[in-house]
Nanobody, 126 residues
Framework: QVQLVESGGGLVQAGGSLRLSCAAS????????MGWFRQAPGKESELVAA????????YYADSVKGRVAISRDNAKNTMYLQMNSLKPEDTAVYYC???????????????????WGQGTQVTVSS
């Protein structure tokens, strides 16, 4: 069984930064791609960023490109999401998820992920 635990969310002013972390249990963290999703009230879930098993390939949604960086430390079983220049529209619950594959070629929808964290709230005030 895999458990994912997010941390690092909070309240920040527009223009500020946050670093989210996702700690994974189990021995298979390094074998799978990972992703960060977010869901704002009344909106559909959105894939924010994804990273391949090795960290060699990454994906960013257009809405965050240039402001966000995804990374992972397989030795620590942890994934990160560094968010800079935050905007009020970044306000959402952020979830980390483990993909069913090693690469990121097809992991753009929630169906491609099999384990999810409980989420961490990010609120950006204007």
């Amino acid at each position: 069984q895999v458990q994912l635990v997010e941390s690092g969310g909070g309240l920040v002013q527009a223009g500020g930064s946050l670093r989210l972390s996702c700690a994974a249990s189990g021995r298979t963290f390094s074998s799978y791609a990972m992703g960060w999703f977010r869901q704002a009230p009344g909106k559909e879930s959105e894939l924010v960023a994804a990273i391949s098993w090795s960290g060699g390939s990454t994906y960013y949604a257009d809405s965050v490109k240039g402001r966000v960086a995804i990374s992972r430390d397989n030795a620590k079983n942890t994934m990160y999401l560094q968010m800079n220049s935050l905007k009020p529209e970044d306000t959402a619950v952020y979830y980390c998820a483990r993909a069913k594959s090693r690469g990121i070629a097809t992991i753009y929808t929630g169906d491609e992920y099999d384990y999810w964290g409980q989420g961490t709230q990010v609120t950006v005030s204007s």
